[in-house]
């Protein structure tokens, strides 16, 4: 059984960073690619980027294009979501996904609990 387990999250200001971290227990994540989506308090979920194994990144969400570096570590079995210029509206739970079973967005096999990110004014 897969476990993502993520940390990182937190209470920053606007422009701040934060990194957040998914670690992955299965024996497969050298081959899965890796995703992170968010979902505010009253708000659909956003996709807001993936990795593959082969280290090639895709940012789903414009907003944060220039700002969120994804990456990830196979020897730690980490995922990462460097997170730069923090915006209010950047405020979330941050959930780490791993295994895309479809083609949609939001289909993935294994997720992990989720992290709070929480940007001031």
């Known amino acids: 059984q897969e476990q993502l387990v993520e940390s990182g999250g937190g209470l920053v200001q606007a422009g701040g960073s934060l990194r957040l971290s998914c670690t992955h227990s299965g024996p497969t994540f050298n081959m899965d690619t890796m995703g992170w989506i968010r979902q505010a308090p009253g708000k659909e979920r956003e996709f807001v980027a993936q990795i593959h194994w082969s280290d090639d990144a895709i940012y789903w969400l414009d907003s944060v294009k220039g700002r969120f570096t994804i990456s990830r570590d196979n020897d730690k079995k980490t995922v990462y979501l460097q997170m730069n210029d923090l915006r209010p509206e950047d405020t979330a739970v941050y959930y780490c996904?791993?295994?895309?079973?479809?083609?949609?967005?939001?289909?993935?096999?294994?997720w992990g609990q989720g992290t709070q990110v929480t940007v001031s004014s």
């Open positions: 996904a791993a295994q895309r079973i479809g083609a949609t967005p939001f289909s993935w096999r294994y």
